[in-house]
T-cell receptor
Framework: KAGVTQTPRYLIKTRGQQVTLSCSPI?????VSWYQQTPGQGLQFLFE???????NKGNFPGRFSGRQFSNSRSEMNVSTLELGDSALYLC????????????FGQGTRLTVV | AQTVTQSQPEMSVQEAETVTLSCTYD???????LFWYKQPPSRQMILVIR??????QNATENRFSVNFQKAAKSFSLKISDSQLGDAAMYFC????????FGTGTRLQVFP
């Protein structure tokens, strides 16, 4: 089985632009969660999608949004980028909402200049 | 609210020796899970070991074992027979409805 795939791996954007990151979960997994990892704040939960519905949301501004498609693939969008949005964005998939074992992708490294 | 605390920013161990990484947590939930994840330089988070809070028996996975003290809300990871490939960041995490991570411990392994 293929693992969790995140694209692109690296991204450089300018302040004020918007960006879309993609995550393809393990086949058969219906839950996708997103995390932001920075040296200062560590790993922080952004949101979780299950069966195309947002189940849970972290404490991030509305500039951060996401969605999930019927094939469980998920996208995360950040609008009006700020320098502080530079981070590693990790996606994790779980088989179901009750299965606790999360499998992570390799992340997308976003740099905002 | 859930919180996870790792008080050791860095640890080091000699190859073949044993090292213990500390973690404490806090949650008001009675049903929760605890995890240790490893993050090597490749940045991919790899699940090392999982503990269900309702289970009294400590989880073991090959050279990795935990010491789960529920009353003390402590969840330490013991790595036996350390190998060079164990060098990485190790994150402790708790799960109720989402994963909450500690700040991590950087483990160095010396030959």
């Amino acid at each position: 089985k293929a693992g969790v795939t995140q694209t692109p791996r690296y991204l450089i954007k300018t302040r004020g632009q918007q960006v879309t990151l993609s995550c393809s979960p393990i086949s058969g997994h219906r839950s996708v969660s997103w995390y932001q990892q920075t040296p200062g704040q560590g790993l922080q939960f952004l949101f979780e999608y299950f069966s195309e519905t947002q189940r849970n949301k972290g404490n991030f501004p509305g500039r951060f949004s996401g969605r999930q498609f019927s094939n469980s693939r998920s996208e995360m969008n950040v609008s009006t980028l700020e320098l502080g949005d530079s981070a590693l964005y990790l996606c994790a998939s779980r088989e179901s909402a009750v299965n606790t074992e999360a499998f992570f992708g390799q992340g997308t490294r976003l740099t905002v200049v | 609210a859930q919180t996870v605390t790792q008080s050791q920013p860095e640890m080091s161990v000699q190859e073949a020796e044993t090292v213990t990484l500390s973690c404490t947590y806090d949650t008001s939930e009675s049903d929760y899970y605890l995890f240790w994840y490893k993050q090597p330089p490749s940045r991919q988070m790899i699940l090392v070991i999982r503990q269900e809070a309702y289970k009294q028996q400590n989880a073991t996975e090959n050279r990795f074992s935990v010491n789960f003290q529920k009353a003390a809300k402590s969840f330490s990871l013991k790595i036996s027979d350390s190998q060079l490939g164990d060098a990485a960041m190790y994150f402790c995490a708790s799960f109720t409805d989402k994963l909450i991570f500690g700040t991590g411990t950087r483990l160095q392994v010396f030959p």
